[in-house]
């Protein structure tokens, strides 16, 4: 049985749909992100969750009980789950210690078992030396920890995530990611996390659940949410791809300049004869000086460089195939220096490549 | 918290998608129940007696049959109609005056290089929190046209008879007036100042303006709103005022609209066209305040300049000691001189001998501390009723500030809206609603001093709701939803979260209540019974019993305690929590 | 002069205290039916009593001389003008609510209002027998109420500013015109006092008398005491219908006035006191009506300067025996039937 059921969840706001027809289920000590551009729900779904917000329709189980459906919300202090703020959110009345020590309080534990889990939680964080200090002496980073210790030391059945790295510096959030993934892996709590960062939800999640506009486009491993995306959104909201509209029929699949056989693709593709997309993404060609041998099912076009940025870890070229009016970009380790202008020929990778609707 | 009761199995989800009524309750948050009550004290104390009001405004004394007489009655005297346009005239009047006091000090306390800044600050405080009917009877001895010091010493130093300036008259009675309300329009132009950068004035000065053009063209302009919103409050504070009109009115020959309600008090009552006579009172706020709305629709001016660049007190140069002397004149004026002529009369065996050793005694507090019935009841009655009231007002406030700002009920403004609406009423309409609703039975609340509380905390409820909503708002909601997720009820939350965060705040608002219900008049007179009698109708009382000595040394008492009380308040809540604009 | 001065005021300072001891000393002289009444007000161990004849600190001394009288009997003294307590009153029986136990007034009308609706209670206290006469005939025939003080209203003027020849020896010589803008007087809208006056003036004079006075520019207080005041400020020199007692205890203070008693006649307001037939404290009631019509009530207003109704009790210092005094006085018929008329006549003659 799922630890977390969202079935058929949505919230409207008079006639505008905030979030509309979620389905979404967590297994026991899963990790899932919500990810999505700002305004498409997760937030809301999130707080749904949490028992903040009462849906409109549909329901959320948790352990096959049923938390919410309309008119029947379960407050959130009555859902054994923890909680970590945008802003943190760290009372600047109480110390670290009390801080942490709050929740288990609440479970009117012993004081002395308060007291040791506490501290150890604290040192997990690492910020048992600051056990003492009031929140407004603490850096951002430090804050951020104690908000972390606050929700796992009460050992909640689902801990929430909103995007919590948001207000943090650039390498912080880096290293924060990979704590927030090694508290997980330590303790494995069911997690939802909400963020808008596609590389923070690629470091941390087990699943990703793509949002937008209130829906959710598809929910997959980080990698296939890369190399399959099956949405249009999707394979364009993460990372940066080649959409290409083509055309299906007799097993060939017909696009501006060249073809591809629909049964070379990554995926299996329904035969009928149809207009269809496809996602290439940039890694999934190669740019070469002379024309490389041609092997089966690779397509090679011969193509001109038309731009070209330097990006430190890679050259991003877009280059313009001689047959035909599609422009296209093109990932090159950094050693492989193309000038604008130059002839170069194109090699696609019909495995990498993903029909999106 | 593991017993999960309330958790509906898997197979009811068909039933929760349709929830009864019962299983609502089950998920109903206790705290809910609590905003019903709000909504009732609300209603109790805003709407029932304004309503009611309304209502007995049309009913015939005695049967409750509908009935015009009322207004027939009340405006149908060439006196009652020229007390209404006495009291539009005096507001303007004061209005008026109070702008010529209070927007150069505004200045030159917040734009100027001006010294004793702390002073001038000190004397703007002292004329906030005199009240305005002791500081109409420093004036009387003040300016008493023949006897009146000012008056004496004017004779002495240039020989004419006649008087400087004559207390009784209308010009008396609004300078009076004004001379404790300008802090309204101090505070809010100061706080308009404070907000434009000193680029705004460069900008100007770069295109060849003086100081004095710019002031006048750029920086005063921009603080327009600020000087229309002070001039519609002390005007709406002026016509709903009882105190002074009665004591420097009377002898003037000037009824204005309170004192004509109170005549409509005499016996017999007549509570019915006291309530068809205030109609126009409660007319004239709301359409003030919808007249600012408009123009502050505009918006624009301080806000949108506000923030960004550095802030450069001007230099006035040799100019500086005169605009000194302005505000040392208006401190004298409002503060010191009235103050000093009642602390020479409480000390002072017969004060028209004035100021002689043989003169001196400390009778008159002792007469008041030891041997006079009401003195002490008194002070325990202002000091109780309102702790009382501020008490009520802020718990209230407190909750419906919660309610509105974390959207709690689905017409939260509605809340918002009945804790602000006795800002637009009048105290003393107020206290003639109180008076219609709940004097007589069954309710029978005349002479309590529930009454009293009642009519106080719904009269300053408009504070400590400003004050409130501020403090309210500071606080992050996911501070609050951080620790319901743990486990915390909404209202453990707000016991050991939010109050903790907000209680600075609420103190201060707390003390605000406390000081301007310590020294109500307005309300209170129409409200007070034989044993409920608070030191400000005590010192009413004492205005017209023939003993100026004794009535001074009261004022003496009230000032005291006033002044611990704001001591104790820049203590807890920080040096300018009664003049901060909220 | 200034030992005279001295001594009244010592005398005053010591009103409270000297009260106190004529109540001790006649404690034991308690008269049977004041027995009786005390035993059964004991039950009840206090009243409260609304009054308008007294300033604040005499009322106050009446209440503790009572409660020294009889101790375990407390009184609620709640003193303002006469109007302003019987707009209590009238407050509270709208109400419905039951407060006061006995109501002093200086307007007779207030207690003919009163007995016309039934609220008081008929009780005549045996000590009224002792009263002099003219308070005995000014009492209810019925028994309903007593008259338990004797307002005398005259002028006065500022010695150090008036000399006694230039002084206006009759309301009448108010009008003159070198007092335009000297005169100080009380509001019938505030003071049953000054309400009877009027209507003494009017009969005498007629309405006109205010008229003419009104062009003198007098200027206006509330209560009839607020003249003295200004007369003690130098704001005015000369007080008009001011009450001898206040006028007496400001002499005494030291203040440079003297009193007038004008030769068209010194108004003589009876104010009367009753007890309310509804109050919560009957008995407490009744007994306090004996207080105010025994012997012991005026030893301890004496020092207040007020007359006294018993024949036991000599004249207040200063003031002149009541059988020298030309009086005057409003007829209480009149006042009760034109009283809210001459205060309208007056709001509209004088503008408040």
């Given at each position: 049985?799922?630890?977390?059921?969202?079935?058929?969840?949505?919230?409207?706001?008079?006639?505008?749909?905030?979030?509309?027809?979620?389905?979404?289920?967590?297994?026991?000590?899963?990790?899932?992100?919500?990810?999505?551009?700002?305004?498409?729900?997760?937030?809301?779904?999130?707080?749904?969750?949490?028992?903040?917000?009462?849906?409109?329709?549909?329901?959320?189980?948790?352990?096959?009980?049923?938390?919410?459906?309309?008119?029947?919300?379960?407050?959130?202090?009555?859902?054994?789950?923890?909680?970590?703020?945008?802003?943190?959110?760290?009372?600047?009345?109480?110390?670290?210690?009390?801080?942490?020590?709050?929740?288990?309080?609440?479970?009117?534990?012993?004081?002395?078992?308060?007291?040791?889990?506490?501290?150890?939680?604290?040192?997990?964080?690492?910020?048992?030396?600051?056990?003492?200090?009031?929140?407004?002496?603490?850096?951002?980073?430090?804050?951020?920890?104690?908000?972390?210790?606050?929700?796992?030391?009460?050992?909640?059945?689902?801990?929430?995530?909103?995007?919590?790295?948001?207000?943090?510096?650039?390498?912080?959030?880096?290293?924060?990611?990979?704590?927030?993934?090694?508290?997980?892996?330590?303790?494995?709590?069911?997690?939802?996390?909400?963020?808008?960062?596609?590389?923070?939800?690629?470091?941390?999640?087990?699943?990703?659940?793509?949002?937008?506009?209130?829906?959710?486009?598809?929910?997959?491993?980080?990698?296939?949410?890369?190399?399959?995306?099956?949405?249009?959104?999707?394979?364009?909201?993460?990372?940066?791809?080649?959409?290409?509209?083509?055309?299906?029929?007799?097993?060939?699949?017909?696009?501006?300049?060249?073809?591809?056989?629909?049964?070379?693709?990554?995926?299996?593709?329904?035969?009928?004869?149809?207009?269809?997309l496809l996602s290439v993404r940039p890694q999934a060609m190669s740019l070469s000086r002379s024309q490389p041998q041609t092997r089966e099912g690779r397509p090679v076009l011969a193509a001109i460089v038309a731009q070209r940025t330097y990006l430190g870890e890679s050259w991003d070229y877009v280059v313009r195939p001689q047959e035909g009016g599609l422009q296209l970009r093109v990932t090159a380790p950094p050693l492989q220096v193309?000038?604008?202008?130059?002839?170069?020929?194109?090699?696609?990778?019909?495995?990498?490549?993903?029909?999106?609707? | 918290?593991?017993?999960?009761?309330?958790?509906?199995?898997?197979?009811?989800?068909?039933?929760?998608?349709?929830?009864?009524?019962?299983?609502?309750?089950?998920?109903?948050?206790?705290?809910?129940?609590?905003?019903?009550?709000?909504?009732?004290?609300?209603?109790?104390?805003?709407?029932?007696?304004?309503?009611?009001?309304?209502?007995?405004?049309?009913?015939?004394?005695?049967?409750?049959?509908?009935?015009?007489?009322?207004?027939?009655?009340?405006?149908?005297?060439?006196?009652?109609?020229?007390?209404?346009?006495?009291?539009?005239?005096?507001?303007?009047?004061?209005?008026?005056?109070?702008?010529?006091?209070?927007?150069?000090?505004?200045?030159?306390?917040?734009?100027?290089?001006?010294?004793?800044?702390?002073?001038?600050?000190?004397?703007?405080?002292?004329?906030?929190?005199?009240?305005?009917?002791?500081?109409?009877?420093?004036?009387?001895?003040?300016?008493?046209?023949?006897?009146?010091?000012?008056?004496?010493?004017?004779?002495?130093?240039?020989?004419?008879?006649?008087?400087?300036?004559?207390?009784?008259?209308?010009?008396?009675?609004?300078?009076?007036?004004?001379?404790?309300?300008?802090?309204?329009?101090?505070?809010?132009?100061?706080?308009?100042?404070?907000?434009?950068?000193?680029?705004?004035?460069?900008?100007?000065?770069?295109?060849?303006?003086?100081?004095?053009?710019?002031?006048?063209?750029?920086?005063?302009?921009?603080?327009?709103?600020?000087?229309?919103?002070?001039?519609?409050?002390?005007?709406?504070?002026?016509?709903?005022?009882?105190?002074?009109?009665?004591?420097?009115?009377?002898?003037?020959?000037?009824?204005?609209?309170?004192?004509?309600?109170?005549?409509?008090?005499?016996?017999?009552?007549?509570?019915?066209?006291?309530?068809?006579?205030?109609?126009?009172?409660?007319?004239?706020?709301?359409?003030?305040?919808?007249?600012?709305?408009?123009?502050?629709?505009?918006?624009?001016?301080?806000?949108?300049?506000?923030?960004?660049?550095?802030?450069?007190?001007?230099?006035?140069?040799?100019?500086?000691?005169?605009?000194?002397?302005?505000?040392?004149?208006?401190?004298?004026?409002?503060?010191?001189?009235?103050?000093?002529?009642?602390?020479?009369?409480?000390?002072?065996?017969?004060?028209?001998?004035?100021?002689?050793?043989?003169?001196?005694?400390?009778?008159?507090?002792?007469?008041?501390?030891?041997?006079?019935?009401?003195?002490?009841?008194?002070?325990?009655?202002?000091?109780?009723?309102?702790?009382?009231?501020?008490?009520?007002?802020?718990?209230?406030?407190?909750?419906?500030?919660?309610?509105?700002?974390?959207?709690?009920?689905?017409?939260?403004?509605?809340?918002?809206?009945?804790?602000?609406?006795?800002?637009?009423?009048?105290?003393?309409?107020?206290?003639?609603?109180?008076?219609?609703?709940?004097?007589?039975?069954?309710?029978?609340?005349?002479?309590?001093?529930?009454?009293?509380?009642?009519?106080?905390?719904?009269?300053?409820?408009?504070?400590?709701?400003?004050?409130?909503?501020?403090?309210?708002?500071?606080?992050?909601?996911?501070?609050?939803?951080?620790?319901?997720?743990?486990?915390?009820?909404?209202?453990?939350?707000?016991?050991?979260?939010?109050?903790?965060?907000?209680?600075?705040?609420?103190?201060?608002?707390?003390?605000?209540?406390?000081?301007?219900?310590?020294?109500?008049?307005?309300?209170?007179?129409?409200?007070?019974?034989?044993?409920?009698?608070?030191?400000?109708?005590?010192?009413?009382?004492?205005?017209?019993?023939?003993?100026?000595?004794?009535?001074?040394?009261?004022?003496?008492?009230?000032?005291?305690?006033?002044?611990?009380?704001?001591?104790?308040?820049?203590?807890?809540?920080?040096?300018?929590?009664?003049?901060?604009?909220? | 002069?200034?030992?005279?001065?001295?001594?009244?005021?010592?005398?005053?300072?010591?009103?409270?205290?000297?009260?106190?001891?004529?109540?001790?000393?006649?404690?034991?002289?308690?008269?049977?039916?004041?027995?009786?009444?005390?035993?059964?007000?004991?039950?009840?161990?206090?009243?409260?009593?609304?009054?308008?004849?007294?300033?604040?600190?005499?009322?106050?001394?009446?209440?503790?001389?009572?409660?020294?009288?009889?101790?375990?009997?407390?009184?609620?003294?709640?003193?303002?003008?006469?109007?302003?307590?019987?707009?209590?009153?009238?407050?509270?029986?709208?109400?419905?609510?039951?407060?006061?136990?006995?109501?002093?007034?200086?307007?007779?009308?207030?207690?003919?209002?009163?007995?016309?609706?039934?609220?008081?209670?008929?009780?005549?206290?045996?000590?009224?027998?002792?009263?002099?006469?003219?308070?005995?005939?000014?009492?209810?025939?019925?028994?309903?109420?007593?008259?338990?003080?004797?307002?005398?209203?005259?002028?006065?003027?500022?010695?150090?500013?008036?000399?006694?020849?230039?002084?206006?020896?009759?309301?009448?010589?108010?009008?003159?015109?070198?007092?335009?803008?000297?005169?100080?007087?009380?509001?019938?809208?505030?003071?049953?006092?000054?309400?009877?006056?009027?209507?003494?003036?009017?009969?005498?004079?007629?309405?006109?008398?205010?008229?003419?006075?009104?062009?003198?520019?007098?200027?206006?207080?509330?209560?009839?005491?607020?003249?003295?005041?200004?007369?003690?400020?130098?704001?005015?020199?000369?007080?008009?219908?001011?009450?001898?007692?206040?006028?007496?205890?400001?002499?005494?203070?030291?203040?440079?006035?003297?009193?007038?008693?004008?030769?068209?006649?010194?108004?003589?307001?009876?104010?009367?006191?009753?007890?309310?037939?509804?109050?919560?404290?009957?008995?407490?009631?009744?007994?306090?009506?004996?207080?105010?019509?025994?012997?012991?009530?005026?030893?301890?207003?004496?020092?207040?300067?007020?007359?006294?109704?018993?024949?036991?009790?000599?004249?207040?210092?200063?003031?002149?025996?009541?059988?020298?005094?030309?009086?005057?006085?409003?007829?209480?018929?009149?006042?009760?039937?034109?009283?809210?008329?001459?205060?309208?006549?007056?709001?509209?003659?004088?503008?408040?």
């Amino acid at each position: 049985m799922p630890r977390l059921t969202l079935k058929g969840l949505s919230k409207a706001y008079g006639t505008l749909r905030v979030v509309d027809n979620v389905d979404l289920s967590l297994q026991e000590g899963e990790f899932v992100c919500l990810l999505g551009p700002s305004g498409c729900g997760k937030t809301t779904t999130l707080r749904m969750i949490a028992g903040f917000i009462e849906p409109t329709s549909g329901s959320i189980t948790m352990d096959g009980e049923v938390l919410s459906a309309p008119g029947a919300v379960l407050p959130p202090e009555r859902r054994r789950m923890s909680m970590i703020f945008q802003s943190y959110a760290i009372w600047p009345n109480m110390t670290v210690a009390e801080n942490v020590g709050f929740g288990l309080k609440l479970q009117k534990l012993p004081s002395a078992e308060v007291r040791a889990r506490t501290r150890q939680i604290l040192e997990v964080v690492q910020m048992g030396h600051l056990a003492d200090r009031y929140p407004a002496e603490l850096s951002g980073g430090q804050q951020q920890r104690v908000a972390l210790a606050r929700a796992i030391v009460v050992k909640p059945s689902v801990l929430l995530l909103d995007e919590p790295l948001s207000n943090l510096d650039a390498n912080l959030r880096e290293e924060m990611r990979f704590e927030i993934r090694r508290l997980h892996d330590e303790f494995r709590i069911t997690t939802v996390y909400v963020t808008h960062d596609q590389s923070e939800a690629m470091a941390t999640a087990d699943r990703i659940a793509v949002m937008n506009a209130g829906r959710i486009e598809q929910v997959d491993a980080p990698h296939l949410i890369y190399t399959q995306p099956r949405t249009r959104f999707v394979a364009a909201f993460i990372g940066r791809t080649n959409l290409l509209e083509g055309r299906l029929a007799d097993g060939e699949i017909g696009l501006d300049g060249f073809s591809l056989r629909a049964a070379q693709l990554g995926q299996k593709v329904p035969d009928a004869a149809r207009p269809i997309l496809l996602s290439v993404r940039p890694q999934a060609m190669s740019l070469s000086r002379s024309q490389p041998q041609t092997r089966e099912g690779r397509p090679v076009l011969a193509a001109i460089v038309a731009q070209r940025t330097y990006l430190g870890e890679s050259w991003d070229y877009v280059v313009r195939p001689q047959e035909g009016g599609l422009q296209l970009r093109v990932t090159a380790p950094p050693l492989q220096v193309h000038e604008v202008g130059e002839k170069v020929w194109l090699e696609l990778d019909p495995q990498q490549i993903a029909v999106v609707s | 918290m593991t017993e999960s009761a309330a958790i509906l199995s898997k197979s009811d989800t068909e039933a929760a998608r349709r929830p009864g009524l019962l299983r609502r309750l089950r998920y109903l948050e206790p705290s809910n129940l609590l905003w019903v009550l709000l909504i009732g004290a609300l209603l109790f104390l805003v709407a029932i007696p304004i309503g009611k009001l309304l209502v007995v405004s049309f009913e015939k004394q005695g049967s409750g049959a509908f009935t015009l007489a009322n207004y027939a009655t009340a405006y149908g005297r060439a006196r009652y109609l020229e007390a209404l346009g006495n009291s539009l005239m005096l507001g303007a009047l004061s209005a008026l005056l109070s702008v010529v006091f209070a927007v150069p000090l505004a200045w030159a306390v917040s734009r100027t290089d001006m010294p004793g800044k702390g002073l001038t600050w000190a004397m703007v405080m002292g004329a906030f929190i005199m009240p305005p009917y002791l500081g109409a009877v420093g004036w009387i001895l003040l300016a008493g046209p023949n006897s009146g010091f000012v008056n004496q010493a004017w004779t002495w130093l240039t020989g004419l008879q006649a008087p400087l300036v004559n207390v009784y008259s209308f010009f008396g009675l609004a300078l009076v007036i004004s001379l404790h309300s300008f802090p309204l329009i101090f505070i809010f132009v100061k706080s308009a100042l404070d907000l434009i950068s000193s680029e705004m004035e460069d900008a100007a000065n770069i295109l060849g303006a003086g100081t004095w053009t710019t002031t006048r063209k750029v920086t005063l302009p921009l603080v327009w709103p600020a000087v229309l919103g002070g001039i519609i409050v002390v005007f709406l504070e002026t016509v709903a005022l009882f105190g002074t009109p009665a004591i420097i009115g009377i002898p003037a020959r000037i009824n204005v609209v309170t004192t004509q309600l109170w005549q409509f008090f005499e016996y017999p009552v007549r509570v019915e066209v006291a309530a068809a006579y205030a109609m126009p009172l409660l007319l004239i706020t709301i359409g003030m305040i919808a007249v600012q709305k408009l123009l502050l629709a505009r918006k624009g001016f301080v806000s949108q300049t506000g923030k960004g660049g550095e802030r450069r007190p001007i230099r006035l140069g040799r100019w500086r000691w005169a605009v000194w002397g302005y505000c040392g004149f208006v401190g004298l004026l409002a503060v010191l001189m009235p103050l000093a002529v009642l602390l020479q009369a409480s000390f002072a065996k017969a004060w028209g001998r004035g100021l002689a050793w043989d003169n001196l005694t400390l009778g008159n507090y002792g007469y008041l501390l030891f041997r006079h019935e009401m003195a002490l009841p008194s002070i325990w009655n202002t000091l109780w009723f309102s702790a009382a009231s501020a008490t009520a007002a802020v718990v209230i406030a407190v909750l419906v500030a919660y309610i509105v700002a974390r959207r709690l009920v689905p017409f939260g403004s509605v809340l918002a809206f009945l804790a602000m609406a006795p800002f637009v009423i009048p105290g003393i309409v107020m206290a003639i609603g109180f008076y219609a609703a709940y004097a007589a039975p069954p309710i029978a609340l005349y002479g309590t001093a529930l009454i009293i509380i009642l009519a106080f905390t719904a009269r300053f409820l408009p504070i400590a709701f400003a004050n409130s909503a501020a403090a309210v708002r500071a606080v992050h909601p996911e501070m609050e939803e951080a620790a319901r997720i743990l486990g915390g009820g909404r209202l453990l939350t707000v016991r050991r979260i939010t109050a903790p965060l907000i209680i600075r705040s609420l103190i201060g608002g707390w003390l605000i209540v406390f000081i301007v219900a310590s020294r109500e008049l307005s309300a209170a007179v129409f409200l007070v019974g034989p044993r409920t009698r608070t030191m400000s109708v005590l010192l009413y009382d004492l205005s017209e019993a023939g003993n100026f000595e004794v009535l001074a040394a009261f004022g003496g008492l009230l000032l005291l305690i006033t002044l611990v009380l704001v001591a104790i308040g820049m203590k807890l809540a920080g040096r300018d929590f009664m003049l901060r604009r909220s | 002069m200034l030992d005279f001065n001295r001594r009244l005021f010592l005398g005053l300072a010591a009103g409270g205290a000297a009260a106190a001891r004529f109540g001790a000393a006649r404690a034991a002289e308690l008269r049977p039916h004041e027995k009786e009444l005390y035993e059964a007000a004991k039950k009840e161990g206090q009243l409260t009593w609304y009054t308008g004849q007294y300033q604040a600190e005499p009322s106050e001394a009446i209440g503790r001389g009572f409660t020294t009288r009889f101790p375990g009997v407390e009184v609620n003294v709640v003193r303002s003008t006469s109007q302003v307590a019987f707009q209590r009153l009238s407050q509270d029986m709208r109400a419905g609510v039951a407060q006061c136990d006995v109501f002093s007034s200086t307007d007779h009308s207030h207690l003919a209002f009163l007995k016309q609706n039934e609220r008081l209670m008929p009780y005549k206290p045996q000590n009224a027998a002792g009263l002099i006469k003219a308070a005995q005939q000014a009492a209810d025939p019925d028994g309903y109420f007593q008259v338990t003080y004797l307002g005398l209203f005259l002028m006065g003027r500022r010695s150090d500013q008036v000399s006694e020849a230039d002084a206006p020896k009759s309301w009448k010589e108010l009008l003159d015109p070198k007092w335009r803008g000297k005169v100080a007087v009380g509001h019938p809208g505030y003071s049953g006092a000054i309400t009877s006056w009027c209507l003494a003036m009017r009969k005498l004079y007629g309405w006109d008398y205010f008229k003419a006075l009104e062009k003198n520019q007098p200027q206006i207080g509330r209560s009839s005491a607020d003249p003295v005041t200004m007369l003690n400020a130098g704001e005015r020199q000369i007080g008009a219908a001011i009450p001898s007692a206040t006028t007496l205890l400001s002499i005494s203070r030291g203040n440079p006035i003297t009193m007038i008693y004008p030769t068209d006649g010194t108004l003589m307001v009876p104010a009367p006191s009753g007890a309310l037939k509804n109050g919560p404290h009957p008995n407490a009631a009744k007994l306090f009506m004996e207080y105010m019509t025994s012997p012991a009530y005026y030893e301890a207003t004496r020092p207040f300067f007020s007359e006294s109704l018993r024949p036991e009790v000599p004249p207040p210092p200063g003031s002149r025996p009541l059988d020298e005094v030309t009086m005057i006085t409003a007829d209480p018929d009149e006042l009760e039937r034109d009283g809210q008329e001459v205060k309208e006549l007056w709001r509209d003659t004088f503008g408040v």
